[in-house]
Each structure stands twice: as C-alpha cells, then as structure tokens.
C-alpha cells in the first residue's frame, strides 16, 4: 500500500511532442505528490509538485494531473526539448511526514 | 552558493571494509536524508535525521551506520556488513522534516561506489 507505480520505464518523444508519464498509488492518506528531474550523474530535482485539493498544476511546459477518485497522476511535458532528456521521478508522501514513497522512474530521451 | 556537497563521487571498496560517504550542506536545513539508488529503481531511504544528534533508520538501514553531530554534516558509514554494496548514494537536505509547505529534498550529485 506503500507503493507508487510509474510508467513507462522508458519513453522516447520527438522534438515538438507531448511527453506522458503516469503514476499510481494506493494509499489514500497521500496528500503531496512532487515529480524530480534527474540528469545522468546528477542528483534529482524538484520540477513541480501538486496537492489533492487541485486536479491540475502548470508550470511553464510542464503539467501535472491530478484524479484523486482513481489514485493517479501524471506529468505532461508540452513542446518537449532534447533538454528534457533524463530520468523522471514521481513520488508520493503524506505532508506532516518526512518520507517521500519514490517511483521506479521514467528514463525520457527527446529524438531532435 | 548554496547547495549540497557530496564527496567522493566515486570511491571503491574492498570486501570486508568499511568505508564513509560525506554530505555538507550550508543551507541551514535542519533535516538531512541518505537515499540508495539502483538501476530501474526508484530512491530507497537508508537514513533520515531531523535534527542534530537524532535520526532514524528508513527502508534499507542493514549495513549502514551514520551520525549527525553538526547540522551541515551528515555522513554514511556503509560497513562490511551490507553485501550488496555497489549502488549510487543520494544525500538530501530540507528546510523541515515534514512535507508542509511544498519544502522541497534538495540532493547533492551523488557518491558512485563499487566494489573492488
């Protein structure tokens, strides 16, 4: 019930495309799900994170949405770039706790 | 500049050694975190300190050992009792323990072990 599951593991997107990755989780008590960027060699960064109260979150060309009724999640990436090329992460958390429940990854390379 | 600083970024160990991975941050944060991360997995939590001289053991505490007696030093002893050592280890810092307010896991760039 701790678990959050990510799909796909990989995913290649064309230059100018859209990019989806999709989470699941099981534990209703989640209430703070963040998604991290990470770069070969590089630890992993926080890009956008949302709260269950909203069913959607953008920031620039990034977007998360949010259906609560059936426990997933799910980062959008618009026009996307060889830049957005690295490892995703989705993760889930209750908010007066410490510890982030991580997903196994998503590895994005964007073709030019 | 502010940040999280990991050293070495890559260290090799001999069977039955002990050997000690360094995490500095000069945030002021007062929660430090050590993450495993393996091929197609996603962070595992060894350990987690909120405050100095506490932590607490996550997921995967078997074979390590840590200490935290300064708020910026946060380092991880992985000793000869973890047999599966070979991984890349994350450390995070954040503002609180807590997830409240949207405070985000800062991490450095990482320690790269293998063994020898």
């Known amino acids: 019930q701790q678990q959050v599951k990510q799909s796909p593991q990989s995913l290649i997107v064309q230059k100018g495309g859209i990019s989806i990755i999709n989470c699941a989780y099981e534990?209703?008590?989640?209430?703070?799900f963040p998604w991290y960027q990470q770069f070969p060699g590089k630890g992993p960064a926080l890009l956008i994170a949302i709260r269950p109260d909203v069913s959607e979150k953008k920031e620039g060309r990034f977007t998360i949405s949010f259906n609560k009724s059936a426990k997933q999640f799910s980062l959008h990436i618009m026009d996307s770039q060889p830049g957005d090329s690295a490892t995703y992460f989705c993760a889930a958390s209750i908010v007066s706790n410490y510890q982030l429940i991580w997903g196994a990854g998503t590895k994005l390379i964007i073709k030019p | 500049d502010g940040g999280i600083t990991q050293s070495p970024k890559y260290l090799f160990r001999k069977e039955g050694q002990n050997v000690t991975l360094s995490c500095e941050q000069n945030?002021?944060?007062?929660?430090m975190y050590w993450y495993r991360q393996d091929p197609g997995q996603g962070l595992r939590l060894i350990y987690y300190s909120q405050i100095v001289n506490d932590f607490q053991k996550g997921d995967i505490a078997e074979g390590y050992s840590v200490s935290r007696e300064k708020k910026e030093s946060f380092p991880l002893t992985v000793t000869s009792a973890q047999k599966n050592p070979t991984a890349f280890y994350l450390c995070a810092s954040s503002i609180g323990g807590t997830m409240l307010n949207n405070q985000p896991q800062h991490f450095g760039d990482g320690t790269r072990l293998s063994i020898l």
């Open positions: 945030l002021n944060h007062d929660a």
């Open positions: 534990n209703t008590a989640f209430d703070y």
